[in-house]
């Protein structure tokens, strides 16, 4: 409550019974009688369980091991990268050295190294592995039967966008309303807006090559809207005005597809071999390798 004071806690004179329990009560009962002694050679069965009822409630079930929680990261890791990136904003796209600066310390430090970012994009990841197995699935089986198997045959011969806005529960589900799931559906909305501009505009006819450059998309606005989430909060706000809030954007979006292309590339083959079984791994490998090339990338701009 608003107007509580603040409560600190026991005293080191508060008696281990509390003051507050009542008094009196119901007698306690009787002590059981002692169990016989065990004669030798012989193993006594165990005792029969205690009927349930109000003074004996049914025993609760063992709970599941849980892994650990995982200590949480310094308070301050994504201050140096934040204060880069809000530099960068600032001057509306011409100081690249501090975009480098943001990105690689994002990366490296703010992050812990690309597996540990790879593994933060928890939600864009089993959405990139859901869209990877529909288009390859819509690649080699071809377009109606890859929706008649997910109910979604109405859909045949529709434009790839409504195709892609029916898709949209399938690979990513909001189900918690997490920042996660929600940065996973913001970039799936945004690859839609994307597929005409880069010559995708038929479902029925997809290619492997398309099948990437959806993926590609799909990844590269996963990870920059991220990034953004983390560091880039005044991305659109610090900019003198919307040009140079455009540019920011667009040279950022650039800087990561450029990461993205280059390990879907070294993935190629990889992606030839696609199956359900090797599918979550070989998305999960190019968001690492992406994060990988993304620090390379980034600290080389900063040495300019």
């Not at 201050?79 to 509306?92: K, L, V, Y």
């Not at 933060?120 to 039967?145: D, E, F, I, Y």
């Not at 913001?186 to 993926?215: H, P």
Request: charged share 20%; glycine share 10%; hydrophobic share 40%.
């Amino acid at each position: 409550m608003g107007t509580s004071n603040a409560n600190g806690g026991q005293g080191a004179d508060t008696p281990l019974v509390p003051s507050w329990l009542p008094s009196d009560g119901p007698p306690a009962p009787a002590p059981l009688p002692p169990p016989p002694l065990p004669t030798p050679g012989h193993t006594p069965p165990p005792p029969p369980p205690l009927p349930e009822g109000p003074g004996n409630p049914p025993a609760m079930p063992v709970p599941p091991a849980l892994p650990p929680i995982p200590a949480p990261g310094p308070a301050d890791r994504f201050r140096m990268p934040r204060t880069n990136f809000t530099r960068f904003a600032r001057s509306g796209g011409t100081d690249r050295a501090s975009l480098g600066r943001a990105l690689s310390g994002y990366v490296s430090t703010s992050s812990g190294g690309r597996r540990s970012a790879a593994q933060r994009m928890g939600s864009a990841r089993a959405a990139g592995a859901q869209l990877l197995g529909v288009l390859s699935s819509a690649v080699a089986n071809g377009a109606r039967q890859t929706l008649r198997t997910l109910n979604l045959e109405r859909l045949a011969g529709r434009p790839i966008e409504e195709v892609f806005l029916g898709l949209m529960d399938y690979v990513c589900p909001f189900d918690g309303g997490t920042v996660d799931e929600g940065i996973a559906r913001d970039a799936f909305v945004e690859t839609i807006a994307d597929l005409a501009e880069n010559g995708i505009v038929d479902f029925d006819g997809l290619t492997f090559d398309q099948m990437r450059i959806v993926f590609e998309l799909y990844a590269t606005h996963a990870i920059e809207t991220r990034i953004c989430n983390d560091i880039g909060m005044k991305a659109v706000t610090v900019p003198a005005d919307a040009a140079a809030a455009a540019s920011v954007q667009e040279q950022l979006f650039d800087f990561i597809r450029r990461s993205v292309s280059d390990s879907l590339t070294q993935a190629r083959d990889a992606l030839q071999a696609l199956t359900r079984e090797n599918m979550g791994a070989i998305v999960t490998g190019i968001y690492e390798q992406a994060f990988g090339i993304l620090q390379t990338l980034a600290e080389a701009e900063a040495e300019q």
